[in-house]
């Protein structure tokens, strides 16, 4: 009775997907984003929202941000 094949590792099959992406002409990049689950950038946005709110031109920031967002979309 022979053994069942072993599965290949991932190392193998994460290197394989990759090989087929570069084939369809795609490369790999790395993209860092802030982390929005931090405290920091929590306060850090409040610190902004704070300094918008508080502008003199936030009725004109705030006119800009309504006739640019989609407010129908669901």
């Given at each position: 009775m022979s053994a069942a094949?072993?599965?290949r590792p991932s190392r193998?099959?994460?290197s394989a997907y990759r090989e087929r992406l570069r084939?369809?002409?795609l490369r790999p990049i790395q993209l860092w984003v802030p982390d929005t689950r931090s405290d920091?950038?929590?306060a850090e946005a409040h610190r902004q929202a704070l300094a918008?709110?508080?502008s003199d031109r936030a009725r004109d920031d705030q006119q800009f941000i309504d006739a640019?967002?989609?407010l129908d979309a669901t």
């Open positions: 094949p072993r599965p193998d099959k994460v084939q369809q002409g920091a950038f929590a918008v709110a508080v640019v967002s989609d």
